[in-house]
């Protein structure tokens, strides 16, 4: 990575509890690296359940009077970690190709969309706003009001290792939460380069706090952060089956969760759609971030009549795409974060193909290093592949046939997630008929990229809890509290 003083500032191998650096008890670290060389960028601590307690105790020490504090208060201090994060978004976005592989520009949007977050939360923290109810009693009166839930703990992942964790430090601090996260293993360094920032826009220690560990420690984290009758709330996004266990450790505890995990969206191409504009949405939602959202299509359905003439548009589309190191000028495609990772995408395709699929472009790793996987175009797709099942999280771009609309919104609904959806038609009555009827959080009608702040982003059945983003994500973080008083005569 290219060191200049700007890098270096933000470039942190400690972690961050109440408001200091700090190494991990036994003084044990973690390697970072860089999944398009290989090479190591840093090291960062491999913390345990006693810092993770300390970072527990610092948020709720700090707990009371950041909350004390008046909402617009808190609100200036988001406001300047918003500036600082747009002010530093080159050097951010080079931090965060470096360890996670994403294209320079999808960094810089990630980075930048993230700062939408904590700039929208701090607007929203002075709109926090309750009820009053006419009142059942003539002496009495009854008044709402939403009070923040207390210390939070976060987990995230490494797909979008900055716009992850902007999207749930800034609701909880802005209601007047304090907070304790986790990063994910790969990438903690775009999370520590967070913490740097908040530290000079001046939060008060232990209303931040960042503990990082390696995917061992992880689970002795998250116990603790479960099982800890201070922490109130726990906000996951990952697998599927680590919030799963979230959920079931926080059970004893009775905490409040919000769980963003696995998806597999289908992507609906009807007859009636612009060809053109289905090909432009596949091209974004399959292949952004090497397919490495949880919000891609994993299973694109295109109806027998458009059938071929969309997939040899995609395949023109698709050989065009440069695939390097995310830090080349062009490169639209960079590495796999890990080679579990690869290791996934291969196996989708070989199954794919061993039960009749055909390849029309991809399908194997790249020369230059081994985590790059060729953009995949895969045709005659069907249920008894891996890739109906399971997300992929990878490049590969599998084509299902269908005849009927009744039949393309059965095959969308056949499967445990309900994140996103996408479909494209020109057909009005079709796009409110099959709007309906998707069992997801989330619908793309001629549109592909669905994040913002201002939308309310989560998922229905087994992917997950609750929404974050919006006026609805904020809610998330407060408790609700009705309070009666009475012997007014
Ligand atoms: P992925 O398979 O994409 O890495 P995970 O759900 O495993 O997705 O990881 C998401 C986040 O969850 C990461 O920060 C990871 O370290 C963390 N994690 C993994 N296992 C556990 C666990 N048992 N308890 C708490 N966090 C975990």
Not at 419 to 433: I, K
């Amino acid at each position: 990575m290219k060191m200049t003083q700007a890098t270096q500032a933000l470039l942190k191998d400690k972690a961050y509890i109440n408001g200091q650096w700090h190494d991990a008890n036994d003084k044990a670290v973690f390697a970072v690296y860089n999944p398009a060389t290989g090479e190591k960028i840093t090291q960062v601590p491999n913390m345990g359940a006693d810092e993770t307690a300390k970072a527990i105790a610092a948020a709720a020490q700090a707990f009371p009077a950041w909350r004390a504090l008046l909402a617009k208060e808190r609100s200036k201090i988001l406001k300047k970690w918003h500036q600082l994060i747009v002010d530093n978004v080159e050097t951010l976005a080079l931090l965060l190709t470096t360890e996670q592989g994403k294209p320079l520009a999808e960094a810089r949007a990630e980075i930048l969309g993230g700062s939408n977050s904590v700039e929208w939360f701090a607007e929203e923290a002075k709109r926090i706003y309750g009820d009053t109810i006419p009142t059942h009693k003539a002496d009495a009166r009854i008044i709402v009001t939403r009070e923040p839930i207390g210390v939070v703990g976060a987990v995230t992942p490494w797909n979008f290792p900055s716009a992850m964790i902007t999207r749930k430090i800034s609701p909880a601090l802005a209601v007047g939460c304090t907070i304790v996260l986790k990063p994910a293993e790969d990438t903690p360094l775009s999370a520590l380069a967070l913490a740097a920032l908040a530290e000079q826009a001046g939060f008060p220690p232990g209303v931040i706090n960042i503990v990082t560990g390696d995917r061992k420690a992880a689970a002795t984290i998250g116990k603790t952060l479960t099982s800890d009758p201070a922490v109130r709330k726990i906000s996951f996004t990952g697998s599927t089956e680590v919030g799963k266990t979230l959920m079931r450790q926080s059970a004893d505890t009775v905490k409040k969760i919000s769980l963003e995990l696995g998806g597999n969206a289908p992507f609906i191409v009807f007859e009636s759609a612009d060809l053109d504009k289905a090909v432009d949405g596949a091209i974004i939602s399959k292949f952004r971030n090497a397919g490495q959202t949880c919000i891609c299509a994993n299973r694109i359905f295109v109806q027998d009549s458009v059938y071929d003439d969309f997939a040899s548009r995609l395949v023109e589309r698709v050989k065009k795409m440069k695939i390097g190191a995310g830090i080349e000028d062009g490169v639209v495609i960079g590495p796999l974060i890990n080679e579990r990772g690869v290791e996934k995408v291969r196996r989708h395709v070989e199954d794919a193909v061993k039960k009749g699929a055909k390849i029309l472009f991809g399908g194997k790793t790249l020369e230059r290093g081994p985590l790059f996987f060729e953009p995949t175009v895969l045709r005659d797709m069907t249920d008894a592949m891996a890739i109906k099942e399971e997300e992929t999280f990878g490049p590969v771009a599998g084509l299902f046939r269908f005849r009927t609309e009744e039949e393309a919104v059965r095959m969308a609904n056949d499967t445990q997630y309900g994140l996103a959806a996408y479909f494209y038609t020109r057909d009005l009555a079709q796009a409110f008929r099959v709007s309906e009827r998707l069992e997801y959080g989330m619908v793309g009608i001629n549109e592909a990229l669905l994040a913002t702040e201002v939308a309310p982003f989560g998922g229905v059945k087994e992917s997950g809890i609750g929404r974050e983003n919006s006026k609805y994500g904020i809610e998330d973080y407060t408790e609700l509290k009705y309070s009666l008083v009475g012997g007014i005569q």
